[in-house]
């Protein structure tokens, strides 16, 4: 545009793309040719004089020059190290998407709106079992998707385990060999959401579960766009409107769930890998009865204790340029795995990335094993203050929780007149401290129904007391547990043993 202004002959033309057929070469001559060609049709395609415009529109035109220029050189400044969104999205790739218990067949669909961030994560995971596919080349290359993504092809293969694909495929083709999605961007419309998710949401599935990831913007980002709330009410509608039961955006979505199976689901999830847990525990077991002095000798091996090992995978995680680290305090022990960042890990997990055979070697520890360590402990002690800050948040909102309580401790109050026994006072004024704490949700509740069938004369002042004497009887250890914890000062998490991965 400024340069035809310096050239005193404007072209506007809404029926033409100009700026392609100046970057394709035409001349001048040839453009106006065309232009004016389209101005018999329409007359809002014209040749202007700069001197047909404003006298600030040049220099508005500078300034968005010097800005795009700014831009341009600022941007060169930015390498593939500064791109904290694809240090998660590869971490994730090592520890997480490939899990064997989690992704069965060993196949990943990733999403983006952009051909250009397709390109640019080939080039970044840098694997040659990584299938791109765009509005180019997805007729030629459909027979390919089929063999190595659709569990009802015939012929299958295993050339390629992860595509890389836009919207292009989310709709038309089955993808279900795999049951792990990544939404690498989020689509501004969310049936897209529901259409991606249905490309591995099909008949054939060797998976009961589809594991989907969505990359939101980041805070500052989603204050100029607001596309997170845009998405969530979007994709609301549809569990409102068609009753849909699982999260597809987000876990603000709202369901209507059974909890009590969600309970029972956690639980037996909880007890599966507590089963998985225990070979490791009877191994340790044969090995104190069967050879004590190597036993002994490794129970005595110093805190802190440090090694190098080779890179290795793990049930579909790879474990390369990470560090693991074992901490502990007088209260718990906890497991971190760390490369770009510090994730805390399962009992379960740990066991099997930690578990080495009798004769492997150790090697050089990765250069950065000291600062993963750090940031471990940092990362525990984030943790811990989250956990006090909740603590402190949940104690202030129980105290003024509302009625359930507030009956509760009223009712309790009342009866304490009556007590004249010191011993079973103490207990009472420990119950009500209990109900005041919400540690035990069920005495209030119960109070709640003491309250209540004494008003309506269901029961005896006495026989109110005596439930109420009964409770705090039973519950007196409780009170005493929970004083116990509450005046114990958990330590400083001890380093017990960190391992990192070449």
Do not use: C
């Not at 805190?303 to 209260?331: C, H, I, M, Y």
Request: aromatic share 10%; net charge negative; charged share 30%.
């Amino acid at each position: 545009m400024i340069d035809m202004f310096d050239n005193d002959k404007v072209f506007i033309a809404p029926d033409l793309d100009i700026n392609m057929l100046l970057e394709s070469g035409f001349s001048e001559e040839e453009i106006e040719e065309k232009l004016n060609e389209k101005a018999e049709d329409n007359p809002k395609n014209a040749i202007f004089k700069a001197t047909d415009f404003r006298p600030e529109f040049i220099e508005m035109l500078h300034q968005d020059q010097e800005i795009l220029e700014k831009m341009v050189t600022d941007w060169k400044e930015i390498s593939d190290d500064d791109d904290s969104k694809f240090a998660k999205f590869y971490e994730l790739l090592k520890h997480e998407l490939f899990k064997k218990d989690r992704n069965p067949d060993q196949k990943l669909v990733i999403f983006s709106e952009y051909v250009d961030t397709v390109e640019y994560l080939q080039r970044r995971i840098n694997r040659s079992d990584v299938l791109v596919i765009s509005a180019k080349n997805r007729s030629q290359q459909f027979k390919t998707i089929r063999e190595n993504f659709d569990a009802n092809y015939k012929n299958k293969q295993n050339e390629y385990n992860i595509i890389l694909t836009t919207d292009v495929l989310a709709e038309g083709v089955n993808l279900h060999r795999s049951n792990v999605i990544v939404n690498y961007d989020t689509p501004w419309n969310s049936t897209r959401l529901m259409q991606r998710i249905g490309r591995i949401n099909r008949i054939g599935s060797v998976s009961k579960h589809i594991y989907n990831y969505v990359f939101y913007p980041s805070t500052k980002g989603n204050t100029e766009i607001n596309l997170n709330q845009i998405a969530i009410s979007k994709i609301q509608t549809f569990h409102s409107t068609f009753g849909e039961d699982n999260q597809i955006y987000s876990q603000k979505e709202v369901l209507d769930r059974d909890l009590s199976k969600l309970f029972d689901d956690s639980v037996k999830a909880q007890k599966e890998d507590f089963n998985k847990e225990i070979p490791f525990y009877e191994e340790l077991r044969t090995l104190y009865q069967t050879n004590r002095r190597e036993y002994n000798r490794i129970a005595k091996l110093s805190l802190r204790s440090r090694t190098g090992r080779e890179a290795k995978t793990v049930d579909g995680v790879t474990l390369s340029g990470d560090t693991l680290v074992f901490l502990k305090t007088n209260f718990r022990k906890v497991f971190f795995l760390v490369s770009k960042s510090a994730e805390e890990i399962s009992v379960l997990d740990a066991l099997n990335y930690f578990k080495a055979l009798k004769d492997e070697q150790p090697v050089k520890r990765i250069d950065e094993h000291h600062q993963h360590v750090e940031m471990a402990l940092n990362k525990f002690r984030i943790i811990r203050e989250e956990e006090i800050h909740t603590q402190e948040t949940s104690g202030a909102e129980q105290s003024g929780m509302g009625v359930q309580v507030s009956t509760a401790i009223s009712l309790l109050t009342n009866f304490m007149r009556k007590i004249d026994d010191s011993d079973l006072y103490l207990k009472v004024a420990q119950l009500k401290t209990l109900a005041e704490r919400g540690v035990i949700t069920y005495i209030a509740k119960r109070l709640q129904r003491i309250h209540k069938d004494l008003s309506r004369k269901r029961i005896t002042p006495d026989e109110a007391l005596a439930e109420i004497i009964e409770m705090a009887k039973k519950y007196a250890p409780y009170y005493m547990a929970e004083e116990s914890r509450l005046n114990e000062t958990e330590t400083d998490a001890e380093i017990i043993l960190s391992e990192s991965f070449q």
